[in-house]
């Protein structure tokens, strides 16, 4: 999977939060997935839009555009059971 790809993941699995080589500013609550200094770099915004946690760094585009997919997933479901807990 490469950035060329992403957009029909998003689409197709409905997924949001997603910031894609900083194409828009940097909004609460994003994944971030962008290329600084000849690596790619994927990381969570928090409530303030800030970096949240921890950057994770790779040399392929690839490895990025996959961890940057897995951390959408992950922030869909926990959404998911915040309102099956919640009801919100």
């Not at 197709?12 to 609550?29: F, H, Q, R, T, V």
């Not at 997935?33 to 770099?41: C, F, L, N, R, S």
């Amino acid at each position: 999977m490469l950035i060329k790809d992403l957009e029909n993941v998003i689409k197709e699995e409905n997924l949001d939060g997603a910031n894609i080589c900083n194409a828009a500013s940097l909004k609460p609550d994003e994944v971030v997935i962008t290329q600084e200094d000849g690596q790619w770099k994927v990381f969570n915004t928090g409530e303030r839009a800030a970096l949240y946690g921890i950057v994770s760094c790779f040399d392929s585009e690839e490895e990025a555009c996959v961890d940057f997919v897995k951390k959408l997933r992950m922030k869909k479901r926990l959404s998911e059971l915040k309102k099956e807990i919640w009801g919100n």
